[in-house]
Nanobody, 123 residues
């Protein structure tokens, strides 16, 4: 089993930045990738970004590419989502998740989830 703890959410003005962190504990040795998802009020949960744990290659949804950057510190079992040039439409609860799949395609491929952290971007 893997436990995930997110931190770093908060309130920021449009154009500002936040950095989210997600630290994994437990059976972390088999993690193939870690991802971030978000869910805005009244909307479905959507994929934001994921990073391959071994190679460090990151993938992003089009709406955040160029503004968000995902990195990982293997020694700390932590991933970081640096969010720049934030927009009001980025407001959501952000969830970290881990998967044993090297090529996850849907949220159902992620087995473990954090509790979520709120990001609010004011206009």
């Amino acid at each position: 089993q893997v436990q995930l703890v997110e931190s770093g959410g908060g309130l920021v003005q449009a154009g500002g930045s936040l950095r989210l962190s997600c630290t994994a504990s437990g059976r972390t040795g088999s993690i193939a990738a870690m991802g971030w998802f978000r869910q805005a009020p009244g909307k479905e949960r959507e994929f934001v970004a994921r990073i391959m744990w071994t190679l460090g290659i990151a993938y992003y949804v089009d709406s955040v590419r160029g503004r968000f950057s995902l990195s990982r510190d293997k020694a700390k079992n932590t991933v970081y989502l640096q969010m720049n040039r934030l927009k009001p439409e980025d407001t959501a609860v952000y969830y970290c998740a881990s998967t044993y799949s090297a090529v996850p395609t849907t949220s159902q491929d992620y087995k473990y989830w954090g509790q979520g952290t709120q990001v609010t971007v004011s206009s």
